[in-house]
């Protein structure tokens, strides 16, 4: 069975541009959320889908989106990117989203580097 | 607000000795509680979680945590600490209800296994 894939693992973009960042869910979970982590900041929760709907989101300027597609695939885009903006974006999939019976499953990430 | 406090950025252990890496939580009503591993430039591997079935869980790689609703804390244990054991560790916490998909996690612990 697949794990979660992110694509691509490294991006390097320059201040200013914007950034569409893939992943590709356990086949048959239907839930995914994305994660930014940074050195000072730690592991922050930036959004979750579910059925292409955002059902939860984080503390995050509106400059970080998301959407999520019929067959469960998400992308998440950043526009105007900032310094600060470089981090590992983590997607991680889940059947449904809840705690109780389920458990989120992290793909390896995406390295963005903003210059 | 929930929030998870992870004791010790850093801790470092012999090969063969206990590891005890220190979680506590600040919530209203007990939470799901989860411990993750991550090696470098992966993304995160669910050890264990918690989810009000038994206060003593046992995870992947001889890990268990014990759930400790007095101390509000879940602290997470391995009788004899192995090379491979060195990573970074996380404690996270999520509700039920509409947190769907949203983790809160610890600042992490830096575990190092010396021989």
């Known amino acids: 069975k697949a794990g979660v894939t992110q694509t691509p693992r490294y991006l390097i973009k320059t201040r200013g541009q914007q950034v569409t960042l893939s992943c590709s869910p356990i086949?048959?979970?239907?839930?995914v959320s994305w994660y930014q982590q940074t050195p000072g900041q730690g592991l922050q929760f930036l959004f979750e889908?579910?059925?292409?709907?955002?059902?939860n989101k984080g503390n995050f300027p509106g400059r970080f989106s998301g959407r999520q597609f019929s067959n469960s695939r998400s992308e998440m885009n950043v526009s105007t990117l900032e310094l600060g903006d470089s981090a590992l974006y983590l997607c991680?999939?889940?059947?449904?989203?809840?705690?109780?019976?389920?458990?989120?499953?992290f793909g390896q990430g995406t390295r963005l580097t903003v210059v | 607000a929930q929030s998870v406090t992870q004791l010790g950025s850093h801790v470092s252990v012999s090969e063969g000795a206990l590891v005890l890496l220190r979680c506590n939580y600040s919530?209203?009503?007990?939470?799901?509680l989860f411990w993750y591993v991550q090696y470098p430039n992966q993304g995160l591997q669910l050890l264990l979680k918690?989810?009000?079935?038994?206060?003593l869980v046992k995870g992947i790689n001889g890990f268990e945590a014990e759930f400790k609703k007095s101390e509000t804390s879940f602290h997470l244990t391995k009788p004899s600490a192995h090379m491979s054991d060195a990573a970074e560790y996380f404690c996270?916490?999520?509700?039920?209800?509409?947190?769907?998909?949203?983790?809160?996690f610890g600042q992490g612990t830096i575990l190092t296994v010396h021989p």
């Open positions: 086949s048959g979970h239907r839930s």
């Open positions: 996270a916490v999520m509700h039920g209800g509409t947190s769907y998909g949203k983790l809160t």
């Open positions: 991680a999939s889940s059947l449904v989203g809840g705690a109780m019976n389920t458990e989120a499953f």
């Open positions: 889908y579910f059925s292409e709907t955002q059902r």
């Open positions: 918690y989810t009000s079935a038994a206060t």
């Open positions: 919530s209203s009503v007990p939470p799901y």
